[in-house]
């Protein structure tokens, strides 16, 4: 029998029908408190038993509010909670065919406000300045650092510092040129740009508190000015945040995440070029709906330590790049993935046996369509997820680590040689990344040996989250219910984790891992080895769980050799690349939330994102639909297709056709429609043309924290036009993107910032602060050029770019050029290195090029405005040049080889 409850409940956007609600309430608030009865007979009765105080009040009978699927019931009971601060225990009782049993016992303190508007006392210090509130015996200190940013945090019960106190006098600090801080009577916090307020902080806060003068909760408001909001991470409903109310909390939605979110971040700036950073990992909602024409209310509302440091935030100044620079510097800078990861992706869950995902190499390569990655996700036994699937093996009871030769493979098993396909793959310039779960998997059905060793062993040294009683936790609900979770601040769960995979890397060659979820931490009070409970853990979890397998990955590969594929995340996870969007169905409206989910999260401070071609689930995308989101993703970040187990991820699709892959082959076959394979592989060969652009601007972002696609507020924060377009933005520093979102558009309109822009497919030269109309079939998404800039692109042997026909198809090697080019749009100047020796820069003026350091190989110097350079000079010495025709997008352009052997 079984009575499960969970007081927080499981996600706050939906009623689990087993939470307490309102979670913390207020003493007088009634409180319904829900359950449900598993494994239990139709007429049993349940009744709920409580005391407040000690002192038992009347029994409740519950209510049944329905049932589920599997015909458990639920329960309902209503209470109200006395007047006064209190503590509510109760427990549940089963009346169950003569028998009687009851669940274990669960409490809460109900709370009262209290509001803190005027300080005591303020006095300044070496720091800034020093702020005392007094409640009844409650003290609490205010402490207001001001340097280049402002350091706000707030404290309780610091007797000791209360008479450290001086006297205040108004004040100003200098922050930099442009900004000044003003300290001022009655106590309030302002904050200048160029003489005009953008910060007025006159702190006030609500604290919800118990009778033993804990904090569960605590307010406070910040006027700021603001038109946009920017940030909050990765946002599907809207990059700009005004009139919205972010919530900071990590959750798993199913497609249609609208306001939800895998990966908030309690950052965010606005147009106003001032930020905030909220530190800690507390849930946390921002209101910003009361914002005026220029001025804006700003309300934070968080859940909070019940002793010491309350809250914790920085204001953070300075143009985008700055704000963002500035937050990475404290959280941590971006990684740089490898070189690889650059390059087409191939994915699918369908793929479960090595013939199939050898299959798919071959379609590649039969119909000259790169990658550079292959995604494996049904590759395991399902159960330990570091066992292949179908091998067979001794299981080890003491907790030790497989290697390779543990294991056998039948012939006609689904893997008859994991070594051979690795190495496969490695032949085809392919790297390869496996699927993996932060669980130790409850499975009821017929299972191996070694899932009930490793769980036992978990156990027995407590390598899982633990409940509060250290029995283990266990997921609540959902998905991998009732499943143990791994304790990644325990060192000896890392060694054991990873110990298991290690084979996988040394042995085979594996060189990522795709780290879906790790959002599914519901039970506050379950607590982490480093001391945290999950109500603090719960939003850090998916970093901890990434930053692990990142370091795994250091320690036996090396720096930057390999890549995690992660789903959740929270502050400080641009340290563990990559991520990805997570789940969304095939339709448009799913592709724009895809959009604005990369532009937003690259503002906050993330740079390297991916998202599924075409939607991962439901019905077939259509050909628009699959090519408009192939296009897109070949100017994004990361390029991947990916899709839905071939059942479906939570029902089953009707179709004529049963592999429910993504890859254009496979949609061709679909659709009945081969114009997808030939315009797939122009798009994929053409992100391997651009593969040495794309890497010189990766390590740039990585350099700066720079988002590899940038909203048009990064570049051009002082221009109006931004404010309201959410669908372009730069790749890179050089290259403006519009995908084309809407169904059936046959093109749109495209502001060009100002300066000269040059169309990426004619060469078209267009004025800048000028809107354009782009027509674009499908083969083409409106893409312009910055003039003034060189652009490194890798050609074909036959100089060949941008074409449907095999004939324009390039290598997918990553470790050597075809034919390296640069693409001279009026460009003056350029430093470019690469991973392979090249390290040179490059100056042009009238109409001569001098190049400077080190090549490696020969390369093509195409001046697209037309304009012959005549005099090129490599290390001082003049050399001659071979002049060469090349095919870019059907229109025939002139080139200057530079030949290697003029290297000094």
């Not at 051979?420 to 310039?429: A, G, R, S, T």
């Not at 939003?539 to 390999?562: C, E, I, S, W």
């Not at 693409?823 to 430093?831: A, R, S």
Request: hydrophobic share 35%.
């Amino acid at each position: 029998m079984s009575i499960k409850h969970m007081p927080s409940g499981l996600f706050p956007h939906f009623d689990s029908g087993l939470e307490r609600r309102p979670f913390h309430p207020l003493a007088g608030e009634s409180v319904c408190i829900g359950c449900r009865l598993d494994d239990v007979l139709p007429d049993a009765k349940v009744s709920m038993k409580w005391k407040v105080d000690g002192v038992e009040m009347p029994i409740v009978q519950g209510s049944c509010t329905g049932h589920n699927d599997q015909g458990q019931r639920y329960f309902s009971f209503t209470i109200q909670t006395p007047s006064h601060c209190s503590t509510v225990v109760y427990s549940f009782l089963i009346e169950n065919n003569n028998d009687i049993d009851i669940s274990p016992s669960f409490r809460f303190e109900t709370l009262k406000i209290i509001e803190l508007d005027k300080p005591s006392v303020v006095s300044e210090n070496e720091n800034g300045v020093c702020v005392l509130y007094k409640m009844d015996t409650r003290k609490y200190v205010l402490n207001i650092n001001i340097n280049k940013s402002i350091h706000v945090f707030f404290e309780n019960h610091l007797t000791d510092k209360v008479n450290q106190f001086s006297t205040f006098n108004e004040k100003e600090y200098i922050l930099n040129n442009d900004y000044t801080a003003h300290l001022k009577t009655p106590f309030r916090l302002v904050i200048k740009k160029d003489g005009i307020d953008i910060v007025d902080y006159e702190p006030k806060f609500k604290l919800w508190v118990d009778k033993h003068d804990n904090t569960y909760q605590i307010e406070t408001n910040l006027m700021m000015a603001a038109s946009a909001f920017y940030g909050f991470g990765e946002k599907f409903d809207s990059v700009n945040q005004k009139g919205k109310s972010p919530l900071s909390y990590v959750v798993e939605q199913y497609s249609n995440q609208q306001e939800k979110t895998y990966f908030p971040i309690p950052f965010f700036f606005t147009d106003y070029q001032i930020g905030f950073l909220q530190h800690g990992t507390w849930k946390t909602q921002f209101f910003l709906h009361d914002c005026t024409e220029r001025m804006g209310n700003v309300r934070i509302f968080s859940r909070c330590p019940k002793q010491g440091l309350l809250f914790s935030g920085e204001l953070l100044m300075g143009r985008p790049s700055e704000i963002i620079d500035d937050y990475t510097s404290k959280t941590g800078s971006p990684t740089l993935p490898p070189k690889w990861a650059f390059g087409p992706w191939v994915s699918s869950n369908g793929w479960n046996t090595q013939e199939e995902a050898l299959e798919q190499v071959e379609k590649m390569n039969s119909l000259a369509i790169p990658a550079t990655v292959m995604v494996l996700e049904a590759w395991s036994d399902e159960e330990t997820f570091y066992i292949w699937n179908d091998a067979k093996y001794t299981p080890k009871e003491d907790g030790s680590a497989f290697s390779y030769k543990d294991f056998t493979f039948s012939p006609e098993g689904k893997w008859p040689n994991p070594k051979k396909f690795v190495d496969i793959l490695h032949e085809n310039n392919m790297e390869l990344i496996l699927w993996q779960i932060p669980v130790i998997k409850y499975e009821a059905a017929p299972h191996g040996k070694q899932l009930d060793l490793d769980t036992e062993y978990a156990i027995e040294n407590e390598l899982c989250i633990l409940n509060e009683d250290n029995s283990p936790y266990r997921i609540t609900e959902m998905w991998f219910g009732n499943s143990l979770m791994p304790d990644f601040t325990n060192e000896e769960t890392f060694n054991w984790w990873f110990d298991k995979r290690k084979y996988l890397v040394t042995e085979l060659g594996v060189a990522g891992f795709k780290t879906d979820g790790g959002e599914f931490l519901f039970d506050e009070r379950a607590y982490l080895s480093d001391g945290r409970r999950i109500e603090e853990a719960h939003n850090d979890y998916p970093v901890l769980y990434g930053m692990a397998y990142h370091r795994f990955m250091k320690q036996t590969m090396g720096d930057k050799k390999g890549v995690t594929f992660s789903r959740a995340g929270y502050t400080g996870a641009q340290q563990y690349p990559i991520h990805w969007a997570g789940d969304q169905v095939s339709n448009f409206s799913e592709l724009k939330a895809q959009l604005l989910a990369g532009l937003s999260l690259g503002l906050s401070g993330v740079p390297f994102w991916g998202f599924d071609i075409g939607g991962f689930a439901g019905d077939f995308p259509s050909t628009e639909l699959y090519l408009r989101s192939t296009a897109f993703a070949a100017f994004a970040p990361i390029m991947q297709f990916h899709s839905e187990p071939r059942y479906g991820q939570y029902y089953m699709t009707q179709r004529n056709h049963w592999n429910n892959d993504r890859s254009p082959w496979n949609m061709a076959i679909a659709n009945k429609d081969d114009s997808i394979i030939s315009i797939y592989r122009q798009y994929a060969n053409l992100r391997m043309n651009m593969l040495p652009y794309l890497w010189r601007e990766a390590e740039y972002c990585a350099e700066t924290s720079r988002p590899m696609m940038a909203h048009l507020i990064y570049d051009y924060s002082s221009r109006q036009e931004v404010l309201d377009i959410e669908d372009e933005y730069m790749l890179g520093r050089d290259i403006l993107v519009a995908p084309i979102i809407e169904e059936g558009s046959k093109g749109r309109e495209v502001w060009l910032p100002p300066g000269k822009w040059y169309d990426f497919w004619d060469g078209n030269q267009y004025d800048g602060n000028t809107k354009q109309y782009v027509s674009c079939n499908y083969n083409r998404i409106p893409v312009f050029v910055r003039a003034e800039s060189i652009i490194p692109m890798n050609l074909n042997h036959a100089l060949w770019m941008g074409d449907e026909s095999v004939e324009a198809a390039i290598s997918n090697c990553c470790s050597k050029y075809e034919r390296l080019c640069f693409f001279v749009y009026e460009g003056k100047n350029m430093d470019f290195r690469d991973d392979m020796g090249t390290e040179i820069k490059i100056n042009i003026a009238d109409k001569q090029c001098i190049i400077d350091g080190k090549l490696s190989c020969d390369f093509t110097i195409v001046p697209m405005n037309g304009e012959e350079i005549d005099d090129y000079i490599v290390n001082n010495s003049r050399v001659n040049i071979n002049k060469c025709k090349l095919q870019m997008f059907g229109i025939e352009r002139s080139g200057y080889q530079i030949l290697m052997k003029h290297n000094n």
